[in-house]
């Protein structure tokens, strides 16, 4: 028996109220909406409140072929704005992350698979999305100058703080917990993948380095290692200190990398080559447990992304 007919005879094709597990044990009613507007599957949307980071949307994506009688794979994926719909992006465009999921899965290229949207905090995004560990080898005055001109860029206060350590508590603790109970769904790492796209790349490869034991692949799209506005080799050095340290294989997963030639991007290629040397240092195997991909002509965008989205889902979730 499908999902649907359990989800939907509760929302009424509009909504209604779940419980779920926090961490306290006591139980949180979460008001569940259907969203309108994807071309393929379901949308969900919900509201939790948390105490890591400022309240705000999670939407959780259900391929048509959504049955409660199989478990899933949990693709959480950063930005969760952009994923679903153009019609509501701040620049018109979206990963298609509906259409494309949902092909691989009838046509058998991946397993069944959720996708959580993650959303980012809008102009807090940069403070909520650069690792803190790297963060806090950095240079002081290099960090003071980096970080206050990203608050100045943004509007808000010079002395606002990095809290991509409280974030990654809202995914892990908050976030997981709800997915876990709620829906049919495999709760172990290997089961579970997070995708992001520039500092969502950042945070991807930050949290398989944080919670190895929670995921088991990272995904990483034009990953920014400049971290800031412009090109610096501050920002760069202390990620391949983290990546020296805490991404070896013995310790993660899978991980992805890609970056494409054109826009931003083109920032990237010569410091993800360094990346790469560190990884094979560090005793990865490229295809088995590591892939890196470049894009030739491909911009810093959604679209972008989403020409290419098809080979990190395959590489995480593929049929043997």
Known sequence: MRLFSIIFSAL?????????????????ESRLDTISGIASGTLIRTHLQSDYIEDRSLDIWLPSSYDEGKKHNVLY?????????????WNGQEWCVDEIVDSLINEQYILPTIV????????????????QNPATNLNSVFADSLFSNIAYQHNLDLNYAINSDNYLKYVVEEV?????????????AIHNAIMGSSMGGLMSLYAIGEYPDIFGTSLCLSTHWPGGF???????????????EYIQPDRVGKIYFDYGTETLDSMYGPIQKKMDVLLTDNGFNYAENWVTREFLGAAHDEQSWSKRLHIPLIYAFGRK
């Open 176 to 188: 997981k917990p709800f997915i876990d109970s709620s829906f049919h769904v495999k709760d172990s």
């Open 12 to 28: 009424s094709l509009a909504s209604c109220s779940i419980s779920t597990q926090e961490k306290s044990s006591s139980v949180q």
């Open 230 to 244: 412009s090109e610096n080799n501050q920002i760069p050095q202390v990620f391949a200190s983290y990546i020296k």
């Open 116 to 131: 959580v949207g993650l959303y980012n905090g809008g102009m807090r995004r940069s403070f909520e999305y650069f690792p």
């Open 77 to 89: 994926i950063f930005d969760g704005q952009m994923l679903f719909d153009s019609n509501n992006t």
